[in-house]
């Protein structure tokens, strides 16, 4: 599953690479709101197409796991749509999946990657040494690349976690909260195909995203703390 805000450049190439790795797979592309071809890219590629009218991460990926449960996915892989993480390291992330509920995607286990912002990877440094102190040892809070299992995926949307760019720290706090099996896995990044960042691009609005995501982190521990999973969980 494929969240994608205007990127008619790489979108079409991140569906073919996923479909030349997993041929009987269904590729889902959830268009999030955008105004360029980003939709017929990803059809002409291969993809079914979810249309997210409402910009906003959460949104978009909420949208692709509903979609996805509705066709019976008994896990859902998701990655950015931008082609930024190596498709070579996937595999790695599905096969974990059989035994986990989250699995994480490590853009930082050999510190921070060439193409990365320094201001970005100062941030995520911040949001896991909060994390860490608060639900423990999760290396990359905020990484587009992770597998959920069905049980979760029902899960995730059942609750009222972030429509914006805290949807990934907020489901993985609640994964935690909630005691689902969690797993962090090494992904290799090769750099976007084209154009920029959509999330946070400029540097106000990494300080607002970070303050929103570091305050729903802080929160979540207390509101998840009391709740129980509403989906049988073995994990």
């Known amino acids: 599953m494929i969240p994608a805000h205007n990127e008619e450049s ?3 190439r991140v569906v073919r690479e996923i479909r030349e790795m997993y041929p009987d797979a269904l590729i889902i592309v959830v268009d999030n709101a955008s105004s ?9 590629a ?21 979609c996805a449960l509705e066709h019976g996915a008994h896990v859902i892989f998701r990655t950015d749509s931008d082609g930024e993480f190596d498709p070579n390291c996937f595999d790695k992330l599905i096969e974990a999946s059989d035994d ?46 992770r597998v959920f299992s069905r049980e979760f995926a029902e899960e995730i949307l059942k609750r009222c976690v972030d429509d914006g760019p805290a949807f990934d720290a ?10 689902y099996s969690v797993k962090s896995v090494d992904v290799r990044l090769r750099g976007r195909i084209s154009g920029r960042r959509k999330v946070a691009p400029t540097v ?8 929103r995501v570091l305050f729903r982190v802080a929160a979540n521990r207390i509101r998840w703390r009391c709740e129980t999973p509403s989906t049988p969980n073995e994990g």
């Not at 699995?103 to 912002?117: A, D």
């Not at 907020?170 to 005691?179: E, I, K, P, R, Y």
């Not at 106000?204 to 303050?211: A, H, N, S």
């Open 10 to 12: 790489a979108v079409g």
């Open 204 to 211: 106000i609005d990494k300080i607002l995203v970070g303050l």
């Open 46 to 66: 291969g993809a079914l197409v979810v249309k997210e009218p409402v910009k906003g991460l959460g949104r978009a990926v909420k949208a692709g796991i509903q």
């Open 100 to 145: 986990y509920d989250l699995v994480i995607g490590n853009r930082f286990s050999e510190g921070r990657p060439g193409n990365v912002p320094f201001s970005h990877y100062l941030f995520n440094l911040t949001l896991m040494a909060l994390f860490w102190l608060f639900y423990g040892k999760i290396l990359d809070v905020t990484c587009g690349c």
């Open 170 to 179: 907020d489901t993985t706090s609640l994964a935690v909260s909630l005691g």
């Open 36 to 44: 360029d071809c980003t939709a017929e890219e990803a059809e002409r």
